[in-house]
């Protein structure tokens, strides 16, 4: 049945839209800030924290920017108002970033400021390597314009990234930096990113501990893969970490056995919660890194499953 998983996701861009959704449903809020919010209280109500994000990225008009900040600062006022445990996420694309960096920046630092005020924090997600210099620089400015309350996504399968953690935990203005650790998803040519399986479940090792012994604030260990949730079970086991100190963190939608085995354990868990009308892109993402979703789905919709 694989064959057939992988031949629904090699489909994906003949078959219609509302059935794409039907498929990857799993896998976002839907496309209403009522229906994320309806989700995050969900995810509360089972002990897992939430951060929100306002799907659509890689924008052409300066407009959408504008567009995507003001509803990022009404999910910040909503989290406030139905007294949600959740945070938001935000990707600087969406923001302007590869249109007018001085003008990106002005919207990220409003935005920073205004979950300021709540008591609140803006994850700043990692992108492609284009823009993983320019992410890196905006998280610095932010913190030299006096911002605690945001980090930022290190991607462990990136060659660099060692050295980018090393850097961002030895300046002054950076020591403590909040981050999230992932594999990283986007393609990257090897001389960029490390491509094999074993190579990156390796790097993800290596950089999680070197966070942690260089001073890291905060930890977002977001992974799904069994072996590296295991080895970080240990890890903070073994060297008796603080649950201060960190959180596991998954997709809505993927594995929710570990999700709650998790939460069973008393560690803090953070679920990543996308909305909006450009769920598509998202969805097919999503659905190419599980295909046995989308053939588990697609077989019960043709009466097979």
């Given amino acids: 049945m694989k064959l057939f998983d992988r031949a629904v996701v090699g489909l994906l861009p003949l078959i219609p839209k509302p059935v794409v959704r039907k498929i990857a449903d799993r896998y976002i809020a839907g496309e209403t800030l009522d229906e ?14 939430a951060t929100v994000d306002v799907l659509g990225e890689f924008i052409t008009d300066f407009r959408e920017a504008e567009e995507t900040a003001a509803a990022y600062h009404d999910v910040l006022d909503r989290i406030r108002q139905d007294k949600l445990r959740s945070n938001v996420s935000i990707k600087l694309t969406a923001f302007g970033l590869s249109l007018d960096g001085a003008k990106c920046y002005a919207l990220v ?17 990692m992108e492609d390597s284009p823009v993983t ?8 400015q932010l913190r030299r314009d006096g911002f605690e309350n945001v980090g930022v996504v290190i991607q462990a399968y990136l060659r ?13 203005l950076t020591r403590g930096t909040s981050f999230r650790l992932c594999k990283g998803i986007y393609v990257e040519p ?17 950089v999680l501990r070197q966070m942690f012994r260089e001073g890291s604030r905060r930890v977002g260990i977001a ?38 085995r998790l939460v069973e354990e008393g560690h803090t868990v953070r679920i990543y919660v996308p ?31």
């Fill in 36 to 49: 994320a919010a309806r989700t995050v209280r969900r995810l509360n109500e089972v002990g897992c924290e």
């Fill in 109 to 125: 630092k409003k935005l920073v400021g205004h979950a300021r005020e709540l008591g609140n924090f803006v994850r700043i997600d």
């Fill in 133 to 140: 210099t320019q992410t890196l620089d905006l998280y610095r």
């Fill in 160 to 172: 660099r990234s060692p050295n980018d953690v090393r850097e961002l935990l030895s300046g002054e």
């Fill in 190 to 206: 090897p001389e960029i990113a490390f491509k094999d399986r074993e190579e990156i479940r390796n790097a993800y090792k290596s």
């Fill in 223 to 260: 992974t799904h893969d069994p072996p590296l949730i295991e080895d970080a079970r240990s890890l903070l086991r073994e060297q008796q970490i603080p649950k201060e100190r960190y959180e596991f963190q998954m997709l809505l939608g993927v594995a929710p056995a570990w999700r709650k």
């Fill in 275 to 305: 909305f909006g009308k450009s769920w598509y892109g998202y969805s097919v993402r999503r659905l190419k890194e599980n295909p046995s979703i989308a053939g588990y789905v697609a077989k019960a919709m043709i009466g097979l499953g």
